[in-house]
């Protein structure tokens, strides 16, 4: 439209809509969202002269999913603890595949260096790290994470055949989500109580345990016309209860230990508001509810290197794991409705690798190193403990 002196351009949006260009789940979550916050916002002023192909990037950019998948990460890391009860009560029945480092027991001398078989009140302690990554599922961004810490704990005779122990530590969790520019942290801090007997070659553990968790996000919103940084910081705690039978066979060589374990994992995160500008999310309280079954075999055996006695074991199973294994949760722009987010999935199908060597250093000195691995098509994660027994 034009008169003598000007020229008039009339703009109309068409009718498509921004979720029509989506290509993924959260994609068209967020596209929905966004749209839904109407003329004036800055999120869905720029989105409107993006590009489809922008306008994807946009929408992953600002769907948040690194608090949906922090689920998975810790999920996953949940093992460590009660990994490192169920050895402990195998060390004191001298169970198949676990570590033969003394511990430290009150005998009649006091504080002493004693067998992990002591029936004696016995304390330890191990340090741990592991790092592993989630594949993307086409959906959510691919997560790094990696946990390193020290847990210890102390357990003694109960009754004539089984032992009854309390497990606590410290670690802290790294994760990154690089493709959606985010990235969190979690400090944890852990307890548990664990217990298990061994009746004749007929061996069970279990246990009980909590997770404190304390976690901060940062996060980058950038797309063409638009800019923002965001971060997040709340509480969760995860919940854990478990049980193992294991059989053991002895050879003349070494010993085997076919085994079957049930976890269940329950994490629970706070509500939140990210800080920052257009692009902050808002979020309720979330839950997750995971379980693991794993079945394998252990074995060990005694080996002599020159003067130095070692025991050298190792392990193979299969994990499968069923429930909350691509965890979502519910966000909001301010001023908006709330949509779904899923995270980046936990590995169904997993082998878990274990192989460890204890050896003898000194008379008075013994050293034990292990290695854990889960390996999935889509996932894996690898960590390694260590522990130091030494007699003044």
């Given at each position: 439209v034009y008169d003598a002196?000007?020229?008039?351009?009339?703009?109309?949006?068409?009718?498509?809509?921004?979720?029509?260009v989506a290509s993924t789940f959260n994609q068209r979550s967020v596209a929905a969202a966004a749209q839904a916050l109407g003329s004036g916002n800055p999120i869905q002023?720029?989105?409107?002269?993006?590009?489809?192909?922008?306008?994807?990037?946009?929408?992953?950019?600002?769907?948040?999913?690194?608090?949906?998948?922090?689920?998975?990460?810790?999920?996953?890391?949940?093992h460590s603890v009660r990994d490192a009860a169920s050895e402990r009560i195998r060390a004191a029945f001298?169970?198949?595949?676990?570590s033969s480092v003394p511990v430290m027991t009150y005998g009649l001398?006091?504080?002493?260096?004693?067998?992990a078989t002591s029936e004696n009140f016995a304390v330890w302690g191990r340090g741990f790290g592991a790092w592993g990554h989630l594949d993307s599922d086409g959906n959510a961004a691919g997560l790094?994470?990696?946990?390193?810490?020290?847990?210890?704990?102390?357990d003694a005779a109960v009754g004539e055949s089984w032992r009854l122990g309390l497990i606590s530590g410290y670690s802290h969790t790294s994760l990154e989500a690089d493709d959606r520019a985010s990235s969190g942290s979690s400090e944890n801090y852990h307890l548990g109580l664990f217990a298990g007997t061994q009746n004749g070659n007929l061996g069970f553990r279990s246990g009980l345990a909590y997770t404190w968790h304390s976690i901060e996000?940062?996060?980058?919103?950038?797309?063409?016309?638009?800019?923002?940084?965001?971060?997040?910081?709340?509480?969760?705690?995860?919940?854990?209860?478990?049980?193992?039978?294991?059989?053991r066979i002895n050879t003349a060589s070494a010993s085997f230990e076919p085994y079957a374990n049930l976890a269940y994992v329950n994490f629970d995160a706070d509500g939140f508001t990210e800080n920052g500008g257009a692009a902050a999310l808002s979020s309720g309280d979330r839950s997750s509810d995971t379980a693991f079954t794993?079945?394998?075999?252990?074995?060990?055996?005694?080996?002599t290197l020159g003067t130095v006695t070692a025991t050298a074991r190792g392990g193979l199973g299969w994990r499968h794991a069923f429930g909350d294994v691509r965890p979502d949760t519910?966000?909001?722009?301010?001023?908006?409705?709330?949509?779904?987010?899923?995270?980046?999935?936990?590995?169904?199908?997993?082998?878990?690798?274990?192989?460890g060597l204890d050896v003898n250093i000194t008379e008075n000195a013994t050293f034990g190193i292990a290695y854990q691995g889960q390996i999935a098509s889509d996932a894996q994660t690898h960590g390694f403990s260590a522990k130091l027994g030494v007699r003044f």
């Open positions: 002196n000007n020229v008039y351009l009339d703009i109309s949006r068409t009718s498509t809509a921004f979720a029509d002023d720029n989105i409107l002269f993006l590009t489809a192909p922008e306008a994807r990037n946009a929408f992953d950019m600002l769907s948040g999913e690194v608090h949906a998948s922090i689920h998975s990460g810790l999920i996953e890391d949940s001298d169970g198949v595949g676990a001398g006091g504080l002493e260096l004693a067998p790094d994470h990696s946990t390193g810490g020290f847990l210890a704990g102390g996000t940062g996060r980058s919103v950038v797309f063409p016309g638009f800019a923002d940084s965001l971060s997040a910081d709340y509480d969760a705690g995860t919940f854990q209860a478990f049980g193992e039978l294991g059989y794993t079945l394998g075999l252990r074995a060990s055996t005694v080996l519910a966000l909001a722009f301010a001023g908006g409705s709330s949509f779904a987010i899923k995270g980046v999935p936990i590995a169904k199908n997993a082998a878990l690798l274990e192989a």
